[in-house]
Structures are given as C-alpha cells and as structure tokens.
C-alpha cells in the first residue's frame, strides 16, 4: 500500500490501510486459499517526491506483485504512474480522481472509481429527475479553479430537466458569497449548486443561502463533504445533497459483516470513506492473482489479467469499459444528505427515490 499517512490526507490514507489489512486478514484466514498475501505499508506523507521514492522502493522489491494507491491527491498520482508503468507494476487507486491519465497509455493504472470529471452526472440526474429543477444556479467559486469550472461548463451544457443553468462567481479573492447567492435567487433558481472543492468556502455559501432564504434544492460534490462544512455551516448544511465516490458500509446490508469485523478490529463506530473500497481493491487484486495461478506470477500478465476482469465488490462493481479500458463509472457515484448534523448515505445516484 502507498497511502499518505502522516501529511494532510492521513485520515482518508489510514482508513484505506484498515480496509485492506482486514482484506489481508480475511483472505489469509480462508482454508481454501491458494497463497497468503503479506501488506508492506509505505507513507509518502503526500508530498510528490516522496512519493516518487515510496514508488521505487515499491519498484525494486520483486516480492511486490501489486499497489494500492496512492491514496493522497492527484500531485502525488501524478508523480509516480510514468515509474510503475515502466515497470509493469499495477498501480491500484480508490480515491485518487485524476483525469490525467488514459487506460490506453497508462496501462497500470486502476481507477477504481470515477474521475472527478463525472461527478457533475450525478448532480444533473438527481436535478432533473428528482428535484425537477427546471431554473438552476451554479455558484462558481474562482478559488477552485479547474474543478468548478468542470462543473459550471457540464450544468451549462446539459441544464437539469433541459432548463436553463446560469452560474455566478465569486472571486478566489473573496469570502463574501452574498452577492452570487442574491443574484441566484434572483433567477428564480429552483436549486441552487456550489461548484467549489473547499469544505470551509462551502459553508460560506451554506450560510449565505440560508441568510437569503433559499428553501430549494442545494447541491454540492465530494471534497465539500467534510466536517469543516458541516461544523462550520451548522444549521444551514440541513438538507444539503453530495455526489461521491464512496459509499456508506452501515446502510448495505452486504457489508454487514465487513463492518462489524472493522468496528471491532480498529475501535471505531463509523467506518471512514473508502475504507470498504480499499477492502474490495485488494480482493479484487487477490482475484487477479488466482486466475494466474501460484507458479510463475508476473507483474505484466497480472496487468493484463485485471484489466479483463470484473468483481463484485461490497461498494460496487468493479469492471472496465471494453472500448476505452477505464472503470465504468455509472457504477461509482452515489448520494448523500445531510440529516441531523451528519452526512446519511442514499445510494447509488441513479437509484434514490425508487421503490
């Protein structure tokens, strides 16, 4: 595992080292398995050029047949798929959302989730066959540069309910969200959309929205979903809907029993984001393995062997896109509201509101 431990995303890398190391535990305790798997942990500390120095290390062990990771963000992707691809070393991520690199070109790399470019998917279904919004605003927050403009550009693109989106900004330079939100209001905006990645500028808006008396729907993605937000916009973060990449192990009744097993391993009430994802990473890695056989494993044939595969994990299906290599992404985005303080898990994107 190549997981960032000890800089700035040490929660979310921890939790993936508990769910694989209950992988490793629950594969290596079956009587008919065919190997044992051993975890060597190493903590790039989500800097770049230590991840660069975890991914030869990572390298140069021949006992190394796989990785999972990185878990830190995508600088830190970025800096080390060129060296496992020269090596033919699957690389295994499920919280990196990088779109830089191709499944054609970067043949080691496993997205095991949707890029962060397909997030806008979930947020336009919901307002277009749930929320019904035939007017939406888009508050694009300069100061998360690219990331917001994805999501303005595909709501203007494809408006919810084939309505109208307009979007309005508010500067890198500024933590006033009161002018953008009166202008949304102003549309008539049915729902309104913060665009932004910061989970403290996300409460601003939060706030601003609820100061205006805003009572439609109100949206936001995964890097917003954090307790800064929650905290920070206390009352006024009621109500409010995210699309992720991860899912809720408590609220899926197949994952009852991984739950219970984390709970009791690790002390912890409730299982962190992409904990389970990392548990179906390497199982889906293990399978892999198996299909090879226990005699002469090579890093090579295991890329080629994952690539054609598919599993059925406890979060979702893992299986790729027969044209173009990458992770079928309509199987990886879910939902979430907050309700009583706290983010509840409703499902798969495409999914919430059936009966």
């Known amino acids: ?47 770049a050029k230590r991840a660069e120095q975890m991914a030869a290390a990572f390298v140069a062990d021949r006992t190394v047949y796989a990785v999972i990771g990185p878990t830190g963000d995508a600088s830190s992707t970025e800096a080390v798929v060129a060296r496992y691809e020269t090596a033919l070393l699957p690389l295994v991520t499920v919280s990196s959302g990088t779109a830089a690199f191709t499944a054609q070109f970067d043949r080691v790399f496993f997205q095991l989730r949707p890029e962060e470019d397909t997030l806008s998917t979930a947020l336009v279904y919901h307002l277009t066959h749930h929320a019904k919004s035939v007017r939406t605003a888009v508050i694009d927050d300069r100061a998360a540069g690219r990331f917001s403009w994805q999501i303005v550009k595909d709501l203007t693109a494809w408006p919810p ?26 549309t008539g905006a049915q729902a309104v959309v913060y665009a932004g990645d910061s989970p403290h500028r996300g409460a601003r808006c939060a706030l601003a929205l609820q100061q205006a008396g805003f ?12 307790s800064g937000f929650l905290t920070e916009a206390g009352t006024a973060a009621e ?106 898990f409703l499902g798969r994107y495409d999914n919430v509101g059936r009966t």
């Open 1 to 47: 595992m190549h997981a960032d431990l000890s800089g700035t995303g040490k929660a979310l890398g921890r939790a993936q080292e508990r769910g694989a190391r209950l992988a490793v535990a629950d594969l290596n305790s079956r009587a008919d398995r065919a190997f044992d798997l051993t975890l060597t942990v190493r903590d790039d500390g989500g800097q």
């Open 161 to 186: 309910s084939d309505g109208t989106t307009t979007s309005h900004q508010v500067p890198a330079a500024s933590a006033d969200f009161g002018p953008a939100t009166t202008a949304a209001m102003a």
């Open 239 to 344: 109500g409010w809907l995210f699309a992720t990449t991860y899912v809720d192990p408590a609220r899926l009744p197949a994952a009852a029993r991984f739950v219970t097993s984390y709970r009791k391993r690790f002390g912890i009430r409730t299982v962190e984001p992409f904990a389970v994802e990392a548990y179906d990473a390497l199982l889906f890695v293990a399978q892999g393995l198996r299909a090879l056989g226990t005699a002469g494993v090579e890093r090579g044939a295991l890329v080629h062997g994952l690539r054609a595969s598919t599993y059925k994990g406890l979060a979702k299906a893992i299986r790729f896109e027969p044209s173009t290599d990458r992770f079928h992404w309509d199987d990886g985005l879910f939902l979430y509201r907050v309700e009583n303080g706290g983010p509840h």
């Open 215 to 226: 009572k439609g729907t109100r949206m936001a993605t995964e890097p917003v979903l954090q």
